[in-house]
Every structure is written in C-alpha cells, then in structure tokens.
Antibody, heavy 120, light 107 residues
Framework: EVQLVESGGGLVQPGVSLRLSCAAS????????MHWVRQGPGKGLLWVSR????????TYADSVKGRFSISRDNDKGTVYLQMNSLRVEDTAVYYC?????????????WGQGTLVTVSS | DIQMTQSPSSLSASVGDRVTITCRAS??????LHWYQQKPGEAPKLLIY???TLQSGVPSKFSGRGSGTDFTLTISDLQPEDFATYYC?????????FGQGTKLEIK
C-alpha cells in the first residue's frame, strides 16, 4: 500500500525556520517526482514545489522562491521541505504528493498533511 | 501562469441528483487536467486524470470530459458521501495551478 506520512509541522514565530519530512513507503520513491502542496485555513490548494526523481532539478512557486528548499533522500525514502524566513501567510497544512510517472503527471497519492502555524 | 477558473464555487444539490462542475483554463492545456475530491480534515483524493480517465477504485458515477481549455466533472446519483469540495488541477505547465474549488452541499 502506498503511504506518504508528513511530519515536522508546528507552531513557530515569524522569521524562523522549519523542516518538513515526507516518509514514503509501499513504492519505489526513486521512480517518482514529488511535490509539496499547501492549504491555508479555509482556503484552496496551492502548489508549492516539485523535485525530480534524482533530486537534481527543483521548481518553486513564486511565493516561496528563495525561502523554501525541497530535497530528497531516496535511500531513506524521504522528501524534505526546508522552510526559512517563515511568514504568517505560510500558515497552512502542507501535503506531500506523488507524481504519476505515466499518464499526465497527475498527483496520484497524497499524505495526510502536517500543519504549520506561523504566529507571534 | 495558467489560471484555472472553476465554477460554481458552491453548489447545493439533493441525494440522487446529477451535478456538473466546470473548469476553464486561461490557455490550452490539452488534456493535462485532473479532478480531486476533498472531505473536511482529509487529503485530496484523485478521481479523474487526463481529463476523462477514472482513477482505479473510483466509482463510475464520476465522469470527466473536455480538452484544450474547457473541462467538466459530472457526478451522477449523488449520495451523502459525495458531498465534499472538488478541485481541478492542471499539470500542463509549471507552476501547477488548481481551481479555487467547488463546495458541494446537501440541499
């Protein structure tokens, strides 16, 4: 069974850093590009970042570019999101999602999410 | 960025009804359009990929159509478990963009 389990969320003050982890199981992580998507309280879904299967190419939403960094360790089966200089508007549930290697790059499996609250 | 305009933003319907949700892209995205269902407190669940292909395990009451810029999701014979929020997602280009969501409520 495919499983994605996020961790690392919490309550932090503006300006600090936080690292989220996404532990993958039930499939071969190295075969998949991976994404982070966030959802603010009562809001819709917002794509955050993407990393290729080897970890050599990354892309970011403009709202997080220069502050967030996505990485992965395929041997450990884990994807990370390093979040620096956090802002109140980064408050959200952060989901990691797997991209299908076939079809049309749809995000076919999602974790349950981890809540990040940025507040003073 | 490709803008995804989803309508309506909310929809009230009764058990047994059939409803249609629309997603329009600001430029052609071929068939790189996918539909998700999200229930409160849960992660999004993939229903349909590539505009019209049903994800494994998803009941055939869900159907999708469209290509280019205009897409629809139709849900037939609504049941209590179908009342949720639905999102479209384009994967034609980066950044990936979602529609703003359609909240389907029981009338």
């Amino acid at each position: 069974e495919v499983q994605l389990v996020e961790s690392g969320g919490g309550l932090v003050q503006p300006g600090v850093s936080l690292r989220l982890s996404c532990a993958a199981s039930g499939f071969t992580l190295s075969n998949h590009w991976m994404h982070w998507v966030r959802q603010g309280p009562g809001k819709g879904l917002l794509w955050v970042s993407r990393i290729n299967s080897a970890g050599t190419s990354t892309t970011y939403a403009d709202s997080v570019k220069g502050r967030f960094s996505i990485s992965r360790d395929n041997d450990k089966g884990t994807v990370y999101l390093q979040m620096n200089s956090l802002r109140v508007e980064d408050t959200a549930v952060y989901y990691c999602a797997r991209e299908s290697p076939a079809h049309s790059s749809e995000l076919d499996s999602w974790g349950q999410g981890t809540l990040v609250t940025v507040s003073s | 960025d490709i803008q995804m305009t989803q309508s309506p933003s909310s929809l009230s319907a009764s058990v047994g009804d059939r409803v249609t949700i629309t997603c329009r892209a600001s430029q052609s995205i071929s068939r790189y359009l996918h539909w998700y269902q999200q229930k409160p407190g849960e992660a999004p669940k993939l229903l349909i990929y590539s505009a019209s292909t049903l994800q494994s395990g998803v009941p055939s009451k869900f159907s999708g159509r469209g290509s280019g810029t205009d897409f629809t999701l139709t849900i037939s014979d609504l049941q209590p478990e179908d009342f949720a929020t639905y999102y479209c997602l384009q994967t034609f280009d980066i950044p990936r963009t979602f529609g703003q969501g359609t909240k389907l409520e029981i009338k």
